[in-house]
């Protein structure tokens, strides 16, 4: 289970307070102003390049030939390597300074674009064979226009493969915290947690929302599931993180899916 202030190799995560947030709430979420170094931990940690990025590659099987759009692309680690098994990839960002990262990467060439997840996007009907979308979901209240968004540019039968904060984990970070009252299991919940990462420090607000939930959003813009999992580690990482892993060799930390357009 990842706790409040778990070390995740370079990310240090504290959960904070609603009433510290709403000191500036224009101040969350600007993955502008860090972008370089999220990106640099996001390369190399535990929780995103030996637990989260394997997992979405191992769900998302044999990609040759496949359509794919990486919703909230970040710096382009998992489009680069859906890119390397012969996918032929398109992403977007919310954040220009991650797509700087993400070109830096992956050429002049990649299809890149700014565009905000939950308003329409700027792709055709019935284009994409699977949407990727690691990490981003539960940057939104509402997954209504996201998913009707992700539905309209997704070909028939296409599929959304997703990870979030897996709910109950979060719910447990609180609960362990002593603050169970900020985060029932059964509400949709705004939770804010500062990061420090390479020397600086952000607040990253996400929303929590309960399984139940999760599933009647999916299921009501016309996704089927497919596939939940709690998937383990990279087996590379008990030889990168031996202490984190002989400690906990599974935690609970994000949830996956895969869901098929109907
Ligand atoms: C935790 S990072 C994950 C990045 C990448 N998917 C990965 O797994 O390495 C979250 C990303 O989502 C982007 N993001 C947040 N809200 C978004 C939105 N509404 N539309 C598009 N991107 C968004 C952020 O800018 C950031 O790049």
């Known amino acids: ?22 000191v500036d709430p224009s101040k969350g979420n600007d993955y502008d ?30 990609v040759a030939g496949r359509r794919i759009l990486d919703a909230g692309c970040g710096s382009g680690s998992l489009f680069a390597a859906l890119r390397d098994r012969g996918a032929m990839v398109s992403g977007f960002d919310a954040s220009g300074g991650m797509l700087e ?41 509402d997954w209504g226009p996201a998913l009707a968004e992700l539905r309209r540019i997704l070909k028939p039968g296409g599929r959304l493969i997703a990870s979030v904060d897996h709910p109950f984990a979060i719910n447990l970070i609180h609960r362990e915290a002593g603050r169970e009252a900020e ?19 952000a607040l990253v607000s996400r929303w929590n929302r309960p399984l139940h939930a999760m599933v009647e959003a999916f299921t009501g813009a016309g996704f ?32 996956f899916f895969v869901l098929q357009a109907e």
């Open 1 to 22: 289970m990842i706790s409040s202030e778990r070390q995740e190799h370079a990310i240090s995560s504290r959960l904070v307070s609603p009433s510290e947030v709403s």
């Open 33 to 62: 102003s860090f972008a370089g170094a999220y990106a640099a931990a996001n390369e190399t940690n535990l929780v995103n390049a030996y637990y989260e990025r394997p997992a979405m590659l191992a769900l998302a099987g044999d």
């Open 183 to 201: 985060c029932s299991y059964f509400d949709t919940t705004s939770w804010t947690v500062e990061w420090t990462v390479g020397g600086y420090t």
């Open 224 to 255: 089927r599931i497919t596939v939940i999992s709690e998937p383990e580690p990279d087996p590379a990482a008990r030889e990168m993180f031996p202490e984190a892993i002989a400690a906990e060799p599974r935690f609970l930390c994000f949830l």
């Open 101 to 141: 990262l993400a070109r830096q990467r992956l050429g002049d060439g990649a299809d890149l674009q700014v565009a905000d997840l939950g308003s329409p996007l700027p792709y055709s009907d019935d284009t994409f064979d699977d949407v990727v979308a690691s990490l981003v979901l539960h940057y939104l209240e």
